[in-house]
């Protein structure tokens, strides 16, 4: 008999259930539609355990590798945990401590913490940093766990931001903040060396895929990697020369600042950045596409990308939402 | 070919569905008659979705009933979904399978299923 444990309590199945029918049986509410493994409504995560390989079919490879799983065609042969994706209980919050505050450009502040317990995560995934215990606000990783000794946040101040503007203006190295995650699935997966990489980022969109660049690389990526980095004028851009060092370093590297206002110098790009992306590669069959910062763009840029050929499992959006509470 | 395969089984099952979901729903949102009705924000949920569709019209798994489809499609009906919609819809699924090289009786049964749901989706 294999035992489900979901929210502190433990649930047994019956021969040949699975983990959606065990859990609504005892009247638990879990999200459902198809109930054959294809519409993805049931979609759950293991918090303890390794969910069948059968129970993931048709995922994406970045939602595979966290554990996620479709409750309605997972039959386990061994206990797991499991956990709602939106079950933000599951993660405990944990103490950092601020090592280092460095402006990169006039609104973009770096922000280096020290966690006090080891944190699993990967370039480009986000983590919530709490200001106190009920404000808390979304940041992407710009770390590398393998490479960097402390997880590096690019945090954009925001009008009338509150978490932004703490951040900017009080924060100082030393202070110790809260921080729980992490989570998002934009970040780079093992596999197809080869295939083109598309990065597009607004503003601080260039944190999660600054990231993922530099994993890939790491990892030995072979494919064409482009990246677009746009913001209206040339104060908006940072990491410039970090990035020209990278593609000095990488010839597969290719990285393509763009400037959508007035007076563009030489060296930069005319346009915003998805907008030139898509006219440098019109085809983007078989390309893997990141695309990070503003919704409005993000959302555009998907629907553009699989229009142009890009297949909707080889697209990584990470769309910045800014909180209606600011 | 063994008259037992199923039409999911002649079709090449999970691999052909997943082959013809992008085509289809790139098919769908660039058609003007009725993209208005796949504008979900979430394009993930979206595909997902049109991929749940793909195997049920391809005589694939799926427990929906026709309550399910009432249900699922009665916010659409009130923004003016119609025949000529459920036609064009169709008419996509067709094009998608004669890209992927599918024989046209098997298109027909695709159709046919399809078909079978239009009262459901309408809603009457």
Same mark, same amino acid.
């Given at each position: 008999m294999v035992t489900i444990r979901y929210a502190k309590d433990n649930y047994e199945l019956e021969d040949g259930q699975s983990v959606l029918d065990g859990l609504t049986s005892h009247g638990i509410y879990i999200p459902f539609?198809?109930?054959?493994?294809?519409?993805?409504?049931?979609?759950m995560r293991t918090t303890g355990g390794t969910p069948p390989e059968k129970s993931q079919q048709g995922l994406?490879?970045?939602?595979?590798?966290?554990? &996620?799983?479709?409750?309605?065609?997972?039959?386990?042969?061994?206990?797991i945990e499991v956990a709602l994706p939106n079950d933000k209980d599951v993660q405990a919050v944990i103490p950092a401590t601020v090592k280092n505050l460095t402006l990169l450009n006039t609104e973009i502040m770096h922000v280096a913490l020290e966690c006090h317990a080891p944190l699993n995560y990967r370039a480009g995934q986000f983590i919530n940093l709490f200001q106190n215990q009920t404000l808390g606000r979304s940041y992407s990783l710009a770390s590398l766990p393998h490479e960097d000794e402390y997880l590096h946040l690019h945090v954009r101040r925001?009008?009338?931001?509150?978490?932004?503007?703490?951040?900017?203006?009080?924060?100082?190295? #030393?202070?110790?903040? #809260?921080?729980?995650?992490?989570?998002?699935?934009?970040? &780079?997966?093992?596999?197809?060396?080869?295939?083109?990489?598309?990065?597009?980022?607004?503003?601080?969109?260039?944190?999660?895929? &600054?990231?993922i660049i530099r994993d890939a690389l790491s990892q030995g990526h072979s494919g064409p990697i482009h990246l677009f980095h746009g913001s209206r004028d040339l104060t908006g851009l940072y990491l410039t020369e970090q990035l020209r060092d990278l593609v000095r370093q990488y010839s597969n590297f290719n990285y393509i600042p763009c400037l959508s206002g007035e007076n563009v110098p030489d060296g930069f790009a005319t346009g915003r950045a998805h907008d030139v992306a898509f006219q440098q590669i019109p085809n983007l069959k078989n390309w893997r596409l990141f695309l990070c910062g503003h919704p409005e763009m993000v959302q555009v840029a998907k629907r553009k990308a699989f229009l142009a050929g890009a297949s909707m499992k080889h697209i990584y959006a990470d769309a910045f939402n800014v909180s209606?509470?600011? | 070919m063994s008259q037992q395969a199923s039409l999911y089984e002649q079709l090449g099952g999970e691999a052909a569905v997943n082959a013809a979901v992008d085509i289809f729903y790139r098919k769908v949102?660039?058609?003007?008659?009725? *993209?208005?009705?796949?504008?979900?924000?979430?394009?993930?949920?979206?595909?997902?979705?049109q991929k749940a569709f793909l195997t049920m019209a391809f005589g694939g798994p799926? *427990?929906?009933?026709?309550?399910?489809?009432r249900r699922g499609h009665a916010n659409l009906v009130e923004r003016g979904l119609n025949d000529t919609h459920v036609d064009a819809v169709i008419e996509n699924l067709g094009a998608t399978l004669r890209e992927l090289g599918v024989k046209e009786e098997l298109i027909a049964q695709v159709a046919a299923i399809a078909e079978s749901t239009r009262n459901d989706v309408l809603g009457r």
């Amino acid at each position: 008999m294999v035992t489900i444990r979901y929210a502190k309590d433990n649930y047994e199945l019956e021969d040949g259930q699975s983990v959606l029918d065990g859990l609504t049986s005892h009247g638990i509410y879990i999200p459902f539609s198809c109930r054959s493994g294809v519409c993805q409504t049931c979609l759950m995560r293991t918090t303890g355990g390794t969910p069948p390989e059968k129970s993931q079919q048709g995922l994406k490879d970045s939602l595979k590798l966290q554990n &996620y799983f479709l409750a309605c065609i997972c039959h386990p042969t061994e206990d797991i945990e499991v956990a709602l994706p939106n079950d933000k209980d599951v993660q405990a919050v944990i103490p950092a401590t601020v090592k280092n505050l460095t402006l990169l450009n006039t609104e973009i502040m770096h922000v280096a913490l020290e966690c006090h317990a080891p944190l699993n995560y990967r370039a480009g995934q986000f983590i919530n940093l709490f200001q106190n215990q009920t404000l808390g606000r979304s940041y992407s990783l710009a770390s590398l766990p393998h490479e960097d000794e402390y997880l590096h946040l690019h945090v954009r101040r925001l009008p009338q931001g509150r978490v932004s503007g703490w951040i900017h203006e009080e924060l100082r190295p #030393g202070q110790t903040v #809260g921080i729980r995650g992490p989570g998002g699935d934009c970040f &780079y997966t093992p596999g197809d060396a080869e295939q083109g990489m598309v990065l597009i980022g607004t503003g601080s969109g260039l944190a999660p895929l &600054y990231g993922i660049i530099r994993d890939a690389l790491s990892q030995g990526h072979s494919g064409p990697i482009h990246l677009f980095h746009g913001s209206r004028d040339l104060t908006g851009l940072y990491l410039t020369e970090q990035l020209r060092d990278l593609v000095r370093q990488y010839s597969n590297f290719n990285y393509i600042p763009c400037l959508s206002g007035e007076n563009v110098p030489d060296g930069f790009a005319t346009g915003r950045a998805h907008d030139v992306a898509f006219q440098q590669i019109p085809n983007l069959k078989n390309w893997r596409l990141f695309l990070c910062g503003h919704p409005e763009m993000v959302q555009v840029a998907k629907r553009k990308a699989f229009l142009a050929g890009a297949s909707m499992k080889h697209i990584y959006a990470d769309a910045f939402n800014v909180s209606q509470s600011s | 070919m063994s008259q037992q395969a199923s039409l999911y089984e002649q079709l090449g099952g999970e691999a052909a569905v997943n082959a013809a979901v992008d085509i289809f729903y790139r098919k769908v949102l660039s058609d003007d008659r009725i *993209n208005a009705f796949f504008e979900d924000v979430d394009m993930d949920k979206q595909a997902a979705k049109q991929k749940a569709f793909l195997t049920m019209a391809f005589g694939g798994p799926h *427990n929906y009933t026709g309550l399910d489809m009432r249900r699922g499609h009665a916010n659409l009906v009130e923004r003016g979904l119609n025949d000529t919609h459920v036609d064009a819809v169709i008419e996509n699924l067709g094009a998608t399978l004669r890209e992927l090289g599918v024989k046209e009786e098997l298109i027909a049964q695709v159709a046919a299923i399809a078909e079978s749901t239009r009262n459901d989706v309408l809603g009457r």
